[in-house]
């Protein structure tokens, strides 16, 4: 009945155990092709090969009952690798947003700087624009100063020279009356508008003083108001006078002062 029960053992063995089992149970088979060719039953003998055929059972059934254990080990492990594959992949994505985050942080900081430093042109543009205004603003007031001081200057040198040629004229006219009341006197006229007469002659003292040849007196005469159109009773002007008294320029002064 041993035959049967063996046969039977190895077959399920056979089956249901892992490749190690199988490669335990080879010497087990082997040994039972052997005792098929026995021609009779020895009990020694066939105790022996029992016993060694149950003691590879008992090697295949350790060897299947510590596999699931092993197997075990084998998905702790993929899953150690799975895990610090994952963890090295979040490092890596961990990394990648580092270096993005820096790359956009130094295109912000590249790009304030630019900014600022546009910023920083306009304003010194600016600043020099406001500096050139203010240099030509106070360039025009010094000459609008410098031209009202010269228009001042002028105008007091003019003022200045008005009033000494009034002064002059006035004292001209001063002395040219004093020395015209002084002839007016001397020659009988009482005023300078009146005429002389003498024998049914009519002079003024404007005439007088032509026939005197008297340049300074004929000027004096005409400063102190005298009419240089009025006739004495040739009919004849001042001038005219002068003209027929003039010799080879006798009386050049006197017609330049009756001009």
Known sequence: ??????????????HSSNRLASRSLTPAVMGQSECKGLSTSDATTDTV??????????????????????????????????EVKEKQLQQEREEEERRRQKAEEQQRLERER?????????????????REEQCLREKAELAECEAAERMAAEEATRRAE???????????????????????KAKGFKTMSMPRTSCFTASYPLHV?????????????????????VKNSTGKTPLEAAEKLNKKGSHAAVMVALG
């Open 49 to 82: 090969k029992v016993n060694v055929g149950v003691t590879l059972l008992a090697d295949a059934a350790g060897a299947a009952q510590t596999s699931p254990k092993h197997q075990a080990a084998e998905e702790q492990l993929r899953c150690r690798e799975e």
């Open 1 to 14: 009945w041993l035959k049967p029960f063996w046969l039977k053992q190895g077959i399920f063995l056979h």
């Open 209 to 229: 003083a032509v026939q005197e040849n008297n340049a300074g007196l004929v000027s004096a005469l005409l400063l102190s108001g005298a009419d240089k159109k």
């Open 162 to 184: 008005d009033e000494r040629k009034r002064a002059a004229e006035e004292q001209a006219r001063k002395e040219a009356q004093e020395k015209v009341d002084v002839f007016l």
């Open 114 to 130: 630019a900014e600022e430093q546009l910023r920083l042109e306009h304003v010194r543009a600016a600043e020099a624009q406001a």
